[in-house]
């Protein structure tokens, strides 16, 4: 499983509270990311990051922050959540392979389980 | 901006028989990425394909990698119900995301 774990696994919370999902990995991997999952729409990238402090916005980061102040935490966080965002997220993590130049992530992404987060 | 599309993103299909799920990327991708999921359950990687005419191949799950048509397959041989779950296929695009197809749920009748 790649040793990642997401918290809380299950969610349920009220329109316009804050909200943060954890995710936590022990292998030491560069590269994390956070995805939302929703019928008819696949899986969506909300944000990444590539190293400590460093992160990215995905195709789907409004209303979405990020943080990693360390290796193997990755925190997303709804400022405000809507009824929206209610969704499946997931984390993944993956590492880069050096081909001659800056680090990039061409390896397989590995999921954790999945944190089901409902807004009412 | 790259797109993926699967086809079909729904298939019955019955056991012993073969089919196969097409994936269609709209640009130049360095990476192609086949993946399976479980009802309720998180996403498990089967295959990564590198470069042109890569084909790989596990049980009776086989994929392979045309980047000239810009075209993958997952194709399944002598399906069995165990195989029945929603699979997916991603592309790596330039800015080194990978962007998923929308599915393929899969359901194999006994």
């Known amino acids: 499983d790649a040793g990642i774990t997401q918290s809380p696994r299950h969610k349920v919370t009220e329109t316009g509270t804050p909200v943060t999902l954890r995710c936590h990995q022990t292998?030491?991997?560069?590269?994390m990311y956070w995805y939302r999952q929703d019928p008819g729409h696949g899986l969506r990238l909300i944000h990444y990051s590539y190293g400590v402090k460093d992160t990215d916005k995905g195709e789907v980061s409004d209303g979405y922050s990020v943080s990693r102040s360390k290796t193997e935490d990755f925190l997303l966080t709804l400022e405000s959540a809507t009824s929206s965002q209610t969704s499946v997220y997931f984390c993944a993590i993956s590492d880069p392979i050096v081909a001659g130049g800056p680090p990039v992530s061409y390896n397989e992404q590995f999921f954790g389980p999945g944190t089901r987060l409902t807004v009412l | 901006e790259l797109k993926v599309e699967q086809n079909p993103l729904f298939l019955s299909m019955q056991e012993g028989k073969n089919y196969t799920i097409y994936c269609n990327y709209s640009?130049?991708?360095?990476?192609l990425y086949w993946y399976r999921q479980d009802p309720g359950k998180s996403l498990e990687s089967l295959f990564v394909?590198?470069?042109?005419?890569a084909v790989k191949q596990e049980g009776r799950l086989m994929a392979s990698l045309d980047t000239k048509a810009r075209l993958s397959t997952l194709h399944i041989t002598a399906a069995v119900h165990d195989l029945s779950a929603t699979y997916f296929c991603?592309?790596?695009?330039?800015?080194?995301?990978?962007?998923f197809g929308k599915g393929t749920r899969l359901h194999i009748l006994p």
């Open positions: 991603a592309a790596l695009n330039r800015d080194d995301k990978i962007i």
């Open positions: 394909l590198l470069s042109n005419g």
């Open positions: 640009t130049t991708s360095d990476r």
């Open positions: 292998e030491n991997h560069r590269y």
